[in-house]
Nanobody, 125 residues
Framework: VQLQASGGGAVQAGGSLTLSCAASGRTFSNYAMAWFRQAPGKEREFVAVVTWSVGTTIYADSVKGRFTISRDNAKNTVYLQMNSLKPEDTAVYYC???????????????????WGQGTLVTVSS
């Protein structure tokens, strides 16, 4: 399984970016796909998750109402649309995947076996 994240960049506060995560290597019909982020000096934190088959989405409180996670089954790609960006959103963003979905563990980084390489998002004030 390979995950390729892209779409990061520098943007001013209030701006928007869309991250993409292209998955390859197997069929992802039963996988949960998530985005995490890690700011300098901080632990990796959960951002959002989408189940591949049903499309259930869950967001961290810090991004709810501003970020939207979605997936394109035909392209094996997951997106993170980020609007109303804030300086505190600055981080390296990682996509992650794991077989199945755990309603109790979806927000833990060690739940996911597969990770992309990360893409940097910088939001200036």
């Amino acid at each position: 399984v390979q995950l390729q994240a892209s779409g990061g960049g520098a943007v001013q506060a209030g701006g928007s970016l869309t991250l993409s995560c292209a998955a390859s290597g197997r069929t992802f019909s039963n996988y949960a796909m998530a985005w995490f982020r890690q700011a300098p000096g901080k632990e990796r934190e959960f951002v959002a998750v989408v189940t591949w088959s049903v499309g259930t989405t869950i967001y961290a409180d810090s991004v709810k109402g501003r970020f939207t996670i979605s997936r394109d089954n035909a392209k094996n790609t997951v997106y993170l649309q980020m609007n109303s960006l804030k300086p505190e959103d600055t981080a390296v963003y990682y996509c992650a995947a794991d077989l199945g979905f755990s309603s109790s563990r979806y927000s833990y980084a060690n739940t996911y076996h597969y990770w992309g390489q990360g893409t940097l998002v910088t939001v200036s004030s």
